[in-house]
C-alpha cells in the first residue's frame, strides 16, 4: 500500500509544478513584449533624430552649394531661402533628396515676430543648442545693437522673412501703396545686411487682420504680383496677448493640438518683454523632437502655407 503522506507530498509537488506553469506563460509574453515595447519605441525615436539629423545636414549641404555657386557668380554668399527653393532648376535633386526625409513626417515651423530684440540671441543659442532651424518674421530695425541679430539668422541657417519696416498699422494699412513702401523698403533694408532678398512675409495682425483700411485681398494680390508667399499661422503661443503668459501657459499653448495637425506654424514673439517665450522654448522644442515622426523645419519653398484668407489672384488660381 502507498504512504497516504507522499502521496500528499506528491499532490503538493504537482500542484506547484502547475502554478509555476500558468505563472511562467502569463509572466515571460508579457516581460517580452514590454522588453521588445520598449526597444520599438526608442528605435522609432532614434529613427526620427536620425531624420532631422539628416534634414538639417542636408539643409547645410545645400548651403555649402549654394555658396559655392553664389561666390562664383559673385553675388552675396548667404541665402538662406534659395537654399530649399523647389523651384531652382539645378535644386531639383537636392530637393527631392530633403524630400524623401520629410515626406510622411509631420512638420512643425518654430515662428518668430516682431525681431530683433533683445531677446534674439537667447532665442538663437536655444535654436543652435537643440540643432533646430526656425524661421524669423523680422521688423527693420536700424540700430547698432540689432546689426548682428540680422546676419546671425542667416548665418545659422534660418530663413529670415518679414514682417514690416515700421510695424504701425495705420500707415502701412493705410492703402495698397504705403504697404508696398513699407515691405519694399524692409526687403531693400534686410538685403542690404544680410544680402538675402526675402520672398516670404507675415502680415502684422495676420492676413485676418480687422485694422486694415485697404481689403486685405488688395494687399495679398499686391503679394502675389511680386512674388511674395505670406504666411499666418495655425498655433498660438499665446504671447502676443496683453497680459502676461507663464512659461507653463506658452508651452500648454504651443503642444496642445500638435497632435492633431500634420503641419504646424507656430505664431512666437521675440520681442524684449516676452520672456517666458523664451523660458518656454527649450521644452516646448523637446516636446516636438519627442513627438514620433515629426521634424521641426525652417519655412522654404516646400512649406505648404496656412494662410486665413486668400487673395483674389490665389482665388482664380485655385477656380482654374
Ligand atoms: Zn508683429
Same mark, same amino acid.
Given at each position: 500500500?502507498?504512504?497516504?503522506?507522499?502521496?500528499?507530498?506528491?499532490?503538493?509537488?504537482?500542484?506547484?509544478?502547475?502554478?509555476?506553469?500558468?505563472?511562467?506563460?502569463?509572466?515571460?509574453?508579457?516581460? &517580452?513584449?514590454?522588453?521588445?515595447?520598449?526597444?520599438?519605441?526608442?528605435?522609432?525615436?532614434?529613427?526620427?533624430?536620425?531624420? /532631422?539629423?539628416?534634414?538639417?545636414?542636408? &539643409?547645410?549641404?545645400?548651403?555649402?552649394?549654394?555658396?559655392?555657386?553664389?561666390?562664383?557668380?559673385?553675388?552675396?554668399?548667404?541665402?538662406? /531661402?534659395?537654399?530649399?527653393?523647389?523651384?531652382?532648376?539645378?535644386?531639383?535633386?537636392?530637393?527631392?533628396?530633403?524630400?524623401?526625409?520629410?515626406?510622411?513626417?509631420?512638420?512643425?515651423?518654430?515662428? !518668430?515676430?516682431?525681431?530683433?530684440?533683445? +531677446?534674439?540671441?537667447?532665442?538663437?543659442?536655444?535654436?543652435?543648442?537643440?540643432?533646430?532651424?526656425?524661421? !524669423?518674421?523680422?521688423?527693420?530695425?536700424?540700430?547698432?545693437?540689432?546689426?548682428?541679430?540680422?546676419?546671425?539668422?542667416?548665418?545659422?541657417?534660418?530663413?529670415?522673412?518679414?514682417?514690416?519696416?515700421?510695424?504701425?498699422? +495705420?500707415?502701412?494699412?493705410?492703402?495698397?501703396?504705403?504697404?508696398?513702401?513699407?515691405?519694399?523698403?524692409?526687403?531693400? !533694408?534686410?538685403?542690404?545686411?544680410?544680402?538675402?532678398?526675402?520672398?516670404?512675409?507675415?502680415?502684422?495682425?495676420?492676413?485676418?487682420?480687422?485694422?486694415?483700411?485697404?481689403?486685405?485681398?488688395?494687399?495679398?494680390?499686391?503679394?502675389?504680383?511680386?512674388?511674395?508667399?505670406?504666411?499666418?499661422?495655425?498655433?498660438?503661443?499665446?504671447?502676443?496677448?496683453?497680459?502676461? &503668459?507663464?512659461?507653463? /501657459?506658452?508651452?500648454?499653448?504651443?503642444?496642445?493640438?500638435?497632435?492633431?495637425?500634420?503641419?504646424?506654424?507656430?505664431?512666437?514673439?521675440?520681442?524684449?518683454?516676452?520672456?517666458?517665450?523664451?523660458?518656454?522654448?527649450?521644452?516646448?522644442?523637446?516636446?516636438?523632437?519627442?513627438?514620433?515622426?515629426?521634424?521641426?523645419?525652417?519655412?522654404?519653398?516646400?512649406?505648404?502655407?496656412?494662410?486665413?484668407?486668400?487673395?483674389?489672384?490665389?482665388?482664380? /488660381?485655385?477656380?482654374?
Amino acid at each position: 500500500m502507498r504512504d497516504p503522506v507522499s502521496r500528499k507530498k506528491r499532490i503538493a509537488r504537482l500542484k506547484k509544478a502547475i502554478l509555476f506553469t500558468i505563472a511562467a506563460a502569463i509572466i515571460i509574453p508579457t516581460f &517580452l513584449a514590454v522588453f521588445f515595447g520598449i526597444r520599438l519605441h526608442s528605435a522609432n525615436k532614434k529613427n526620427d533624430e536620425l531624420k /532631422q539629423t539628416v534634414y538639417n545636414l542636408q &539643409l547645410s549641404l545645400q548651403e555649402l552649394r549654394s555658396g559655392a555657386e553664389d561666390t562664383e557668380e559673385n553675388v552675396p554668399l548667404y541665402d538662406s /531661402q534659395e537654399v530649399a527653393v523647389s523651384s531652382r532648376e539645378d535644386g531639383a535633386c537636392e530637393d527631392e533628396e530633403t524630400k524623401a526625409v520629410t515626406d510622411g513626417m509631420r512638420k512643425v515651423y518654430l515662428t !518668430f515676430d516682431d525681431g530683433p530684440s533683445t +531677446n534674439t540671441d537667447r532665442i538663437l543659442d536655444i535654436l543652435a543648442d537643440y540643432g533646430v532651424k526656425a524661421t !524669423f518674421f523680422v521688423l527693420g530695425k536700424d540700430n547698432e545693437l540689432y546689426k548682428d541679430d540680422y546676419e546671425r539668422i542667416v548665418l545659422e541657417g534660418h530663413t529670415l522673412a518679414m514682417h514690416s519696416y515700421s510695424h504701425k498699422y +495705420n500707415e502701412i494699412y493705410s492703402s495698397v501703396d504705403a504697404y508696398e513702401e513699407d515691405l519694399t523698403k524692409l526687403q531693400n !533694408f534686410l538685403y542690404d545686411r544680410t544680402g538675402v532678398w526675402c520672398h516670404y512675409v507675415r502680415f502684422p495682425g495676420g492676413s485676418s487682420n480687422t485694422v486694415s483700411s485697404v481689403p486685405m485681398t488688395e494687399i495679398i494680390d499686391y503679394c502675389n504680383a511680386n512674388d511674395i508667399t505670406y504666411f499666418d499661422w495655425n498655433v498660438v503661443s499665446g504671447d502676443a496677448t496683453s497680459g502676461y &503668459l507663464s512659461k507653463e /501657459q506658452i508651452f500648454a499653448n504651443c503642444t496642445s493640438k500638435l497632435n492633431t495637425l500634420d503641419e504646424a506654424i507656430i505664431l512666437m514673439h521675440d520681442s524684449a518683454d516676452r520672456n517666458s517665450t523664451v523660458d518656454a522654448l527649450p521644452d516646448v522644442i523637446e516636446y516636438i523632437l519627442d513627438m514620433d515622426d515629426t521634424l521641426i523645419l525652417p519655412i522654404s519653398d516646400d512649406t505648404i502655407p496656412v494662410q486665413h484668407i486668400a487673395g483674389d489672384t490665389v482665388a482664380e /488660381q485655385v477656380e482654374e
